[in-house]
């Protein structure tokens, strides 16, 4: 899904129907992962960190942007934080046995893009 997110764009800029606040693929889900796993070490959850993540949706291709967010993490932080967002998905079908994946989670980001303007 994310491969198709540059397309998007260009077909709707193309069509004068641009607007890069309206636009999202499944890396919004691992912002929401990256802000929370972020909010949990500072302990600030009002407003909850921001995170940036670009990149796809697969565990290698995940990177979140610290350096844009206003976190001063060490670089063990950085690194471990960056492992646990990768893993993320596979952490909760592992918690799950196989049996599902982390839908609750999915639907937590759509209602946040929907409910939360753009930064």
Not at 94 to 113: I, N, Q, T
Request: charged share 20%.
């Amino acid at each position: 899904m994310n491969s198709l997110v540059p397309l998007i764009a260009e077909v709707l800029k193309a069509k004068g129907k641009f607007n890069p606040g309206r636009l999202f693929g499944s890396t919004t889900l691992d912002v929401v992962r990256a802000s929370t796993f972020s909010s949990r070490i500072t302990g600030n959850w009002d407003p909850p960190e921001f995170v940036p993540v670009v990149g796809g949706h697969s565990t290698h291709t995940i990177v979140p942007l610290f350096s844009q967010s206003n976190l001063n993490f060490d670089e063990a932080q950085i690194k471990a934080l960056t492992r646990k967002i990768q893993l993320a998905g596979d952490e909760v079908i592992d918690a799950k046995a196989g049996a599902g994946s982390a839908m609750l989670c999915m639907a937590y980001s759509a209602a946040r893009f929907v409910f939360i303007p753009a930064r």
